[in-house]
C-alpha cells in the first residue's frame, strides 16, 4: 500500500513538472519581450489620443500567451476596456461567412467551380458594364463565363462594394436598389436585385473588394433553408461557445458594447459610433454584420489553425480549411494590390505569401481586418493566434497599429 502510495506520488510530480516544462517551452517560443512590446506600443498610442484602449489576445499551440485589456471602451465616462469587451468587428465577419459556406461546401451542396447562378438564379445572366446612358440604362457586353463560387469568394467575379468603398455607377445602383440597407431589406429582398445591374469587370481579371460575402451569406440561406443568423448560430457560434458573437448586441450587455472613436488633428478623440447594432438588423451581412469579442474570435480562429476542429469537435474538414487558406487568384490577378504588399486571396482571407513584405509574418498566414479597426492573424507556421480588437476610424493609422504589432512578433 505504502509502495503504491510513493508511486502515485512520484506520477503525480512528474506530471506537475511536465506541465511546467511544458508551459515554459510555450512560452519562450514568443519570447516575452516580443509580447511585452506590442502591448507598450498600443499602451503608447492611447497615451497619445490616437486610440481609446484596445484589447489583444495571443496563443500559441493553442495556449493563450497574453490578454491585455488596455484604455478605455468608453472615454467619455472613463470606463476602461476589459477582457469581454464588446466590438463592431465588420469585416472580420467575412471569414466567418466563407466558414459558414464551407460548411454547406463539406456537405456537397456546391463545388468551387459551380456557376454561382446554378445556386442563385436571381442572379443568372449577368452582362458586364462598359457605360450608362444619361436615361440611366446601361451599355454591356457578355460575361466570358458565369461567376464562379470560388470568384465570388475570392472578390475576383466582377462584383463591387456600395458606397463609400466603391464608387461609380455600378456601386450607385447597389444603393439605390437598397442593397445592405440594414434596417429595411432582408438578404432574401435585396440581393436578387443585384441581378438586374451589371457586373464591373469581367469576371476573373480582376481582384476588387466587393459586396460577395454578403451574396454569400444569402447562398448559405438558399442551400441551408436556414436563415443566415440561425445556421451560424446553430453550426458555429453554438458549438465553439462564442457566445457573444452576432449581428447585434442586447439590452443585457449594451454597456459592454465598445464605442468607436477619431483621433482628430487637435489631439482628441472624436466619438463616430452612431449606437448602431444595438437593434437587430433585417439584413445579415455576411460582410460586416458580426459584434464580438477578443476571446469568441479566438476560439473561432484556433478552430481554423487546428484544421476544423476545437476541443475534438469537427466543424469543418481539413480539406476546407486549406482551401481557404490557400491561394484562389486566377492567373490573371498577381496580388491583392498596394494596399496589402505581400499578399494573395484565399477564400474569405487574405493570404501572405512574401513574409519581408508583411513585417515578417511567414508565408502562409491568414488573416483579415474591420474598418473600425479590430484585425487577427493566424499563422500556421509557428502555430500563432493574433487578436487585436480596437475601435477606430482613421483606417490608415489602423494598418499603422497592425503592421506595427506583426514587427513586434516578427521582428
Known amino acids: 500500500m505504502i509502495e503504491r502510495s510513493n508511486e502515485n506520488r512520484l ?11 511544458t508551459t515554459n517551452f510555450a512560452l519562450a517560443d514568443i519570447e516575452r519581450s516580443r509580447l511585452d512590446a506590442v502591448a507598450a506600443d498600443i499602451q503608447a498610442r492611447i497615451d497619445a489620443n490616437k486610440l481609446s484602449g484596445a484589447v489583444v489576445m495571443i496563443a500559441q499551440d493553442g495556449e493563450i500567451q497574453m490578454t491585455k485589456s488596455l484604455g478605455y471602451q468608453n472615454v467619455e465616462d472613463q470606463v476602461p476596456m476589459s477582457d469581454d ?13 466563407g466558414t459558414a459556406l464551407m460548411m454547406l461546401y463539406d456537405e456537397g451542396k456546391f463545388t468551387l467551380d459551380d456557376a454561382v447562378e446554378k445556386h442563385l438564379p436571381e442572379l443568372a445572366g449577368m452582362e458586364v458594364f462598359i457605360s450608362q446612358n444619361d436615361d440611366g440604362s446601361w451599355v454591356t457586353e457578355p460575361a466570358d463565363h ?14 463591387l462594394y456600395t458606397p463609400p468603398l466603391s464608387q461609380g455607377p455600378i456601386a450607385n445602383a447597389y ?5 445592405m440597407n440594414l434596417p429595411n431589406y432582408t438578404l432574401a429582398e435585396s440581393i436578387p436585385a443585384l441581378g438586374n445591374i451589371p457586373l464591373d469587370y469581367q469576371p476573373g481579371t480582376q ?25 451560424l448560430q446553430e453550426r458555429l457560434f ?18 459592454r458594447l465598445s464605442r468607436q472613436y477619431n483621433p482628430s488633428q487637435n ?8 449606437g448602431s447594432f444595438l437593434n437587430p438588423p433585417k439584413f445579415l451581412s455576411g460582410g460586416a454584420g458580426l459584434t464580438s469579442t477578443a476571446a469568441d474570435y479566438m476560439k473561432f480562429a484556433q478552430m481554423h489553425l487546428n484544421g476544423g476542429e476545437l476541443n475534438g469537435n469537427r466543424l469543418l474538414s481539413e480539406e476546407a480549411v486549406q482551401l481557404m487558406r490557400s491561394n484562389q487568384l486566377p492567373d490573371a490577378v498577381p496580388n491583392i494590390g498596394q494596399l496589402y504588399p505581400g499578399n494573395v486571396f484565399g477564400l474569405d482571407f487574405a493570404v501572405v505569401n512574401d513574409s519581408a513584405a508583411h513585417q515578417g509574418a511567414p508565408v502562409g498566414t491568414h488573416w483579415w481586418w474591420g474598418i473600425a479597426g479590430s484585425w487577427f492573424w493566424i499563422d500556421p507556421v509557428e502555430n500563432v493566434v493574433f487578436i487585436g480588437m480596437i475601435q477606430n476610424s482613421d483606417i490608415f493609422y489602423s494598418l499603422q497599429v497592425h503592421a506595427a504589432a506583426r514587427t513586434a512578433i516578427y521582428n
Open 146 to 159: 458565369p461567376m464562379t463560387v470560388r470568384e465570388l469568394m475570392s472578390h475576383t467575379g466582377g462584383l
Open 267 to 274: 489631439g482628441t478623440l472624436t466619438r463616430t459610433d452612431n
Open 207 to 231: 481582384w476588387v473588394y466587393s459586396i460577395s460575402v454578403d451574396v454569400q451569406g444569402y447562398l448559405v440561406e438558399k442551400l441551408s433553408g436556414k436563415t443566415f443568423d440561425v445556421f
Open 175 to 179: 444603393f439605390q436598389a437598397g442593397i
Open 85 to 97: 469587451t464588446i466590438f463592431r468587428i465588420f469585416s472580420m465577419t467575412k471569414p466567418i461567412t
Open 11 to 21: 506520477v503525480k510530480l512528474l506530471l506537475v513538472l511536465s506541465l511546467i516544462l
Open 238 to 255: 453554438d458549438p465553439l461557445s462564442m457566445v457573444d458573437t452576432g449581428f447585434y448586441v442586447k439590452s443585457d450587455n449594451a454597456s
